[in-house]
């Protein structure tokens, strides 16, 4: 199987090999995210309601997926590091690590889920009517979490091995078998919205399968096995260094849940639910058209990471300007299709006409500063994959905590803008937010280059 080489391979290339099959990746992973929305909200007479309450369980899944960032993005950069510092001990303990991280925290957080699932959905702002749908839907789609926790969680570390198709397939196993099983659960079987969440347990199940069975292979350099009691009690310190990174990507995942969470509650109190139907229906536009962005992104890092440890400086300044312009080219071309096509977007996932009067101006509105969160990833994951967690953590808070959230209840009731000032937030954090991350980065990055004299060329020109 193919391998990228990010020892001795073009940057430019390296992120092609790495980003294409990621963002393959990424596009079927958001298909798999998606697509129970897509045929919910199809469901006949129930749809637009039940997609309302899938959408009250968001919260919870986004901390899932927090978690699961934490081991997993805290976890390669550092692996990646160790490569290029040829530490294959190291990086064996830190993907081992990793996963011992993951397969406990899963099995806690489905205890909890399904112990307290109703009283959560309740804070969380959920109605009667609502709960009839995203209790059912939550209980059964808690039981895949550890799939799902395993599936994508390991696999940055097949990725940040230079197997990105392999990383690719691995999507590509579980997206195509929700697509597959979910019409066939939902309406065959007529099992509704307690089927769609069946059919994404079964695909992250086959998933996590593939996962594992690449990362158990005999013949690996880097083979996966569960700690054993004595390397527990020696793994405190790289257990730390892992959630240390990894808090950056939690905290991003944990204040979308605190947003979420906060803009379902003021949609609901101001519009009502058909509001936050349509809230549903904006997030799950942002996360397809926010893919490309995050394949980019996330197939730069590992050859940032690589790169740092292999101490080669001029190669992490190339690999930070090809993904900012390939992130400001895509984001340029997108935002103008969404500012011409909003309807067609919109009834991707719905085909409910009497809300598109409502949805289309909000739409526009949330979507008016697209192009500004370029500047959010290319700094983020700059900070993530140099390993430098505190500003990493800064600026998730940042955008979201002191930008965004108290905007949602600001907005709507200070300034009297109701259901318009919810989603104004959003783009407000994007130009406030984005540009100070981004700007931040550029004088990091060359007080680092600084630091350590690395030099342009070989005539002594310092960055």
Not at 3 to 10: I, W
Not at 167 to 182: E, F, R, S, Y
Not at 345 to 360: E, M, P, Q, R
Request: proline share 3%.
């Amino acid at each position: 199987m193919r391998q990228v080489d990010f020892e001795k391979g073009k940057t430019l290339n390296n992120i092609i090999a790495t980003a294409l099959p990621m963002l393959v990746a990424q596009i079927l992973n958001l298909l798999y995210n998606i697509v129970d929305r897509i045929y919910i909200a199809r469901i006949p007479v129930i749809g637009t309601t039940a997609l309302g309450a899938v959408g009250l369980c968001f919260p919870i899944v986004i901390l899932i997926t927090g978690f699961t960032n934490m081991y997993g993005s805290g976890g390669a950069p550092l692996f990646s590091i160790a490569r290029g510092q040829k530490n294959t001990d190291e990086a064996k303990a830190i993907q081992n690590t990793s996963f011992f991280l993951l397969v406990t925290t899963g099995i806690v957080l489905i205890f909890i889920g399904e112990a307290l699932g109703q009283p959560i959905l309740k804070i969380f702002g959920t109605s009667e009517d609502s709960m009839t749908y995203a209790l059912p839907y939550l209980r059964i789609y808690l039981l895949g979490t550890l799939f799902s926790m395993i599936a994508t969680g390991m696999n940055p570390f097949i990725t940040a091995q230079g197997f990105a198709f392999v990383g690719m397939t691995t999507v590509v196993v579980g997206a195509a078998a929700n697509i597959i099983l979910d019409p066939i659960f939902i309406f065959a079987l007529g099992m509704g919205i307690q089927g769609a969440a069946i059919a994404t347990v079964i695909s992250q199940a086959l998933s996590a399968i593939y996962v594992m069975s690449f990362l158990l292979r005999k013949d690996s350099e880097y083979k996966l096995h569960f700690l054993s009691l004595k390397e527990i009690k020696h793994c405190g310190y790289r257990a730390k260094k892992i959630i240390g990174l990894g808090t950056a990507a939690f905290i991003m995942q944990f204040t979308n849940a605190v947003v979420q969470i906060s803009c379902n509650n003021v949609l609901a109190d101001v519009g009502g639910d058909i509001y936050v139907s349509i809230m549903t229906i904006v997030n799950s536009a942002r996360q397809m058209m926010e893919t490309p962005l995050l394949a980019i992104t996330e197939g730069t890092s590992p050859i940032i990471s690589y790169n740092y440890g292999a101490k080669r400086y001029e190669k992490i300044k190339q690999a930070i300007a090809i993904m900012f312009t390939l992130d400001i080219v895509y984001a340029l071309i997108i935002w103008g299709f969404i500012r011409l096509f909003p309807a067609t977007i919109i009834g991707i996932f719905s085909n409910d006409k009497t809300i598109l009067a409502d949805a289309i101006p909000a739409f526009n509105l949330y979507f008016s500063t697209f192009i500004f969160m370029t500047f959010q990833h290319t700094g983020q994951v700059t900070f993530k994959s140099l390993g430098l967690k505190g500003k990493a953590i800064f600026f998730s808070l940042f955008r979201k905590v002191i930008i965004v959230v108290p905007l949602t209840y600001m907005l709507p009731y200070l300034f009297n803008l109701g259901t318009a000032g919810v989603f104004a937030a959003e783009p407000i954090s994007n130009v406030v937010g984005g540009l100070a991350c981004f700007i931040t980065m550029l004088f990091t990055i060359r007080g680092l280059f600084l630091d350590n004299k690395c030099r342009v060329n070989t005539k002594g020109i310092v960055l």
